[in-house]
DNA sequence: TCTGGGGTCCTAGGACCC
DNA sequence: TCTGGGGTCCTAGGACCC
């Protein structure tokens, strides 16, 4: 049987990077994308440089300016890193159909069997690595291994601009290198109460039993760390999701408990997140309302119809007797969100009764006429939120009830 | 320091059915 | 009248990731 040789590519500190590269004056400088000073967020990603400084992603933005208030600070342009994506994305599709982009800065590679045809794996990472920097000034950095888990690991091992080989057999080995942060999938929460109880390695995770770790984060976090310090997580990019999610959120510059602004956030976050399902040709029965008070708790309440949710106008009516179900009257608000969950090919989720009342005959005609605005909008390009659900994997289709 | 926005996956409890 | 066990669906919340 062939080894498994899998890659894990992550362009370095990307949506930073490309401002630099169409900046090149600020090429050496600290730049940091994210929300801009004096608004509330975070900082989405950060040049090298600024990290020097301490800045480092999801970094509240008022603190990232405290500790470096000489930065270079940008919004995003999620456009213009799209692009970007696309042309690495596709150089890297044209190396293996085995290939799964993962997100808009990272991308798996199962290179297995290909060593015969481009030399040893150590040389393929380099020759890609040089043929990103070539085409589009780039730097990525490359993480390789015999399974999914531990090549992404490698791949951050080494940042920036790293290229990290686990050899057979040295996979434990290089495990036992690496501080607990570093174990995929086991975040903040998860390190916190390992480390309160003294385990501060991932060797002294491997001598603990999988009883030991199951009492100490439950049956699914114990499972998973145990299988994690050993490398044998079964993690698989190529299996397809059950189901998808299309929500949109936002966060108020200021908390407010106004009822009138919220509804009329929450109309507009409506029209959003039924333009995009539309566009895509998707829809779902299963309508969601998230709400974040002041004191940063948050809430959410959702539905599931018999039909799925036909136009903005109704998924706004739901959402609106979904935030009055939460809604305290003189509490603020942070933030209002709305969202519509198992998201389907709408072809396979509208049912034939759809059009069998009045009601539903108006919905059909009110949903035709948001398709022809659909169409337009595509063709005429400029219109926000297209491009994004275009990321989006493929649907499994419907279990049949 | 005061904490974005877009997602996925998991858990736990209750309703309901056989 | 009390009560089993398994399965599925639904809801709410939380951990985690980029």
Same mark, same amino acid.
């Not at 009329?264 to 409506?270: H, N, P, V």
């Given at each position: 049987?062939?080894?498994?040789?899998?890659?894990? #590519?992550?362009?370095?500190? @990307?949506?930073a990077?490309?401002?630099?590269?169409?900046?090149?004056e600020?090429?050496?400088?600290?730049?940091?994308?994210?929300?801009?000073?004096?608004?509330?967020?975070?900082?989405?990603?950060?040049?090298?440089?600024?990290?020097?400084?301490?800045?480092?992603?999801?970094?509240?933005?008022? *603190?990232?300016?405290?500790?470096?208030?000489?930065?270079? @600070?940008?919004?995003?342009?999620?456009? %213009?890193?799209?692009?970007?994506?696309r042309?690495?994305?596709?150089?890297?599709?044209?190396?293996t159909?085995?290939?799964?982009?993962?997100s808009?800065?990272?991308?798996?590679?199962?290179?297995?069997?290909?060593?015969?045809?481009?030399?040893?794996p150590?040389?393929?990472?380099?020759?890609?690595?040089?043929?990103?920097?070539?085409?589009?000034?780039?730097?990525?950095?490359?993480?390789?291994?015999?399974?999914?888990?531990?090549? *992404?690991?490698? =791949?951050?091992?080494g940042?920036?601009?790293?290229?990290?080989?686990?050899p057979?057999?040295?996979?434990?080995?290089?495990?036992?290198?690496?501080?607990?942060?570093?174990?995929?999938? +086991?975040?903040? *929460?998860? %390190?916190?109460? #390992?480390?309160?109880?003294? @385990?501060?390695?991932?060797?002294?995770?491997?001598?603990?039993?999988?009883?030991?770790?199951?009492?100490?984060?439950?049956?699914?976090?114990g499972?998973?760390?145990?299988?994690?310090?050993r490398?044998?997580?079964?993690?698989?990019?190529?299996?397809? +999701? %059950?189901?998808?999610s299309?929500?949109?959120?936002?966060?108020?510059?200021?908390?407010?408990?106004?009822?009138?602004?919220?509804?009329?956030?929450?109309?507009?976050?409506?029209q959003?997140?039924?333009?995009?399902?539309?566009?895509?040709?998707? +829809?779902?029965?299963?309508?969601?309302?998230?709400?974040?008070? =002041?004191?940063?708790?948050?809430?959410?309440?959702q539905?599931?119809?018999?039909?799925?949710?036909?136009?903005?106008?109704?998924?706004?009516?739901?959402?609106?007797?979904?935030?009055?179900?939460?809604?305290?009257?003189?509490?603020?608000? %942070?933030?209002?969100?709305?969202?519509?969950?198992?998201?389907?090919? =709408?072809?396979?989720?509208?049912?034939?009764? #759809?059009?069998?009342?009045?009601l539903?005959?108006?919905l059909?005609?009110?949903?035709?006429?948001?398709?022809?605005?659909?169409?337009?909008?595509?063709?005429?390009?400029?219109?926000?939120g297209?491009?994004?659900?275009?990321?989006?994997?493929?649907?499994?289709?419907h279990?049949?009830?």
């Amino acid at each position: 049987m062939i080894r498994a040789v899998i890659f894990h #590519l992550d362009l370095d500190a @990307f949506f930073a990077s490309v401002e630099q590269l169409d900046h090149p004056e600020w090429a050496g400088h600290p730049v940091i994308v994210g929300a801009l000073p004096g608004h509330r967020g975070v900082v989405s990603t950060c040049s090298y440089e600024a990290r020097a400084f301490g800045v480092r992603s999801a970094l509240p933005i008022s *603190k990232a300016y405290e500790l470096c208030p000489n930065g270079i @600070f940008v919004a995003p342009r999620m456009r %213009r890193y799209q692009e970007l994506s696309r042309q690495v994305m596709e150089l890297l599709r044209q190396l293996t159909p085995r290939f799964c982009q993962m997100s808009v800065d990272e991308a798996y590679l199962d290179m297995s069997g290909m060593e015969n045809l481009a030399g040893p794996p150590e040389l393929q990472a380099k020759q890609i690595k040089q043929q990103i920097r070539t085409q589009t000034g780039l730097k990525v950095s490359v993480g390789v291994a015999s399974s999914w888990y531990l090549a *992404k690991i490698a =791949s951050d091992f080494g940042k920036p601009d790293g290229l990290c080989l686990v050899p057979e057999g040295g996979e434990l080995s290089f495990l036992d290198a690496l501080p607990l942060k570093k174990l995929h999938g +086991a975040g903040g *929460k998860t %390190r916190q109460r #390992l480390e309160e109880n003294g @385990f501060t390695t991932v060797a002294a995770l491997r001598a603990l039993s999988r009883e030991a770790l199951e009492l100490l984060l439950g049956p699914g976090g114990g499972a998973f760390v145990w299988k994690a310090c050993r490398g044998e997580v079964d993690y698989n990019p190529f299996r397809e +999701a %059950r189901s998808h999610s299309i929500s949109a959120e936002t966060t108020f510059e200021e908390d407010t408990a106004d009822h009138e602004i919220l509804l009329s956030t929450l109309q507009g976050l409506c029209q959003e997140v039924a333009f995009r399902t539309t566009s895509e040709g998707l +829809a779902s029965r299963t309508p969601h309302l998230k709400l974040r008070w =002041s004191d940063f708790t948050t809430v959410t309440a959702q539905v599931t119809l018999e039909q799925p949710v036909a136009t903005s106008g109704q998924l706004y009516r739901l959402a609106e007797s979904l935030f009055h179900s939460r809604w305290k009257p003189g509490r603020t608000v %942070r933030l209002i969100g709305v969202g519509l969950n198992e998201v389907r090919p =709408s072809e396979k989720t509208r049912q034939e009764g #759809l059009f069998d009342d009045a009601l539903t005959a108006t919905l059909g005609k009110q949903s035709k006429i948001e398709k022809v605005i659909v169409e337009r909008m595509k063709r005429n390009p400029g219109q926000p939120g297209i491009t994004k659900a275009s990321l989006l994997g493929k649907d499994r289709g419907h279990q049949e009830k």
